[in-house]
């Protein structure tokens, strides 16, 4: 999915599962969303981390 469209879906999961998520890029520019502690891919992925805690 597009990044914009990846960090909407990602801030709204995060609020709504009351957890880390995570945007990461995916081979192609393309981007995936996933929960933090599902993700086993290589860290230098990541694009940007939404911790539904931090101010």
Do not use: C, W
């Not at 469209?5 to 709204?12: D, G, V």
């Not at 192609?28 to 911790?51: N, Q, S």
Request: aromatic residues 10%; charged residues 20%.
């Amino acid at each position: 999915m597009p990044l914009t469209l990846a960090q909407k879906n990602a801030l709204s999961l995060a609020r709504t599962l009351m957890t880390i998520v995570i945007v990461f890029r995916i081979e192609g520019g393309t981007f995936g969303v996933a929960e933090a502690h599902e993700f086993d891919g290589d860290p230098a992925l990541i694009v940007r981390e939404y911790d539904p805690f931090a101010r």
